[in-house]
């Protein structure tokens, strides 16, 4: 039977009774074919029928151009009660089958309204008391705590009111989940470093370990250092050697580069250190050299009031 027959049938039975012609669907009398009125209102009725219904249904209870509404009605409703405990069978096990899965609590209800609305079109209505229990039964396991309060309640209540209990339960589940979804993602980008004692830099250059509280690692000299000859210039004179490579004067005394990336920069870091020869304002060679910001602010004036 077609889930939506018993709504089908209460909305042509209301259209009808809204114009006085449920006589025409009812009552089993006797055809007027010699009333003008009669044969009008017969007419309208057959009208509604053919304009909702299916051609599958429609092929099967017509049976000539003098059948009157009544027993076009008739052969309807022959149609769709046929069978009724095979199909009872099958609608029963898909019942109690019924599971929550990814649907929400209003979609999951209304499955459920629906296959007990083509339970009672065969003879077989589940209502009360058995339609509560069935929907808290396929319910998802994070309403455990609401089906419990449901079914230790001193009166179970009704359908509708659990629908409402269990959709407030769900609107407060799906805001928690987004709450804790959006500070997980505050914390993964937050985590970048923003101290010289965690951070390592990509670029070649100084590193920074973060077990040496904060202070960085001094970068080995190149250079064949172990290989020098004493009071010669590192090559044998008259050729052979290799004769010493110039180098970058602003990276042989400045070998630190800012920290990156982007996300673990923190401009109070220390920049690396003084070349000798160039430290100023009382800076010793071989000191810091501060961040771009300059020196980092002290705890107690980072926030403090202008």
């Excluded at 209800?109 to 296959?115: A, E, S, Y």
């Excluded at 220390?270 to 002290?298: D, E, N, V």
């Amino acid at each position: 039977m077609s889930s939506n027959y018993l709504k089908w049938v209460s909305y042509f039975k209301v259209l009808c009774g809204k114009f006085g012609l449920r006589p025409h669907i009812d009552a089993p009398g006797t055809a007027i074919p010699d009333d003008p009125h009669w044969v009008i209102a017969d007419s309208c009725v057959k009208s509604w029928l053919f304009g909702s219904v299916g051609d599958s249904v429609l092929d099967l209870a017509m049976t000539g151009d003098d059948q009157t509404a009544r027993q076009l009605w008739s052969a309807i409703e022959e149609l769709f009660p046929a069978n009724q405990e095979p199909c009872a069978v099958l609608l029963l096990e898909q019942f109690h089958m019924l599971s929550q899965g990814d649907s929400t609590i209003s979609e999951y209800c209304q499955r459920i309204k629906l296959k007990a609305a083509e339970l009672r079109a065969v003879g077989h209505p589940i209502e009360g008391r058995q339609l509560v229990l069935a929907m808290l039964r396929g319910l998802q396991p994070r309403f455990a705590s609401t089906v419990d309060d449901i079914t230790n309640s001193t009166v179970l209540p009704s359908f509708s009111r659990a629908h409402d209990i269990l959709v407030l339960k769900e609107t407060w589940l799906s805001s928690d989940e987004k709450a804790i979804a959006s500070t997980a993602h505050i914390a993964s980008v937050g985590s970048g470093c923003t101290s010289p004692g965690g951070c390592r830099s990509t670029s070649s250059g100084a590193s920074f370990s973060g077990t040496g509280g904060g202070q960085p690692t001094s970068p080995k000299p190149a250079g064949n250092s172990g290989n020098k000859r004493k009071g010669g210039d590192g090559y044998r004179k008259g050729g052979g050697g290799r004769a010493p490579q110039p180098s970058n004067s602003a990276t042989a005394s400045n070998p630190y580069r800012p920290m990156g990336p982007c996300i673990c920069y923190n401009p109070w870091a220390p920049q690396g250190l003084f070349p000798s020869g160039g430290a100023t304002q009382g800076a010793a060679a071989g000191a810091w050299l501060p961040g771009i910001l300059g020196a980092s602010p002290q705890a107690h004036t980072a926030f403090a009031p202008v």
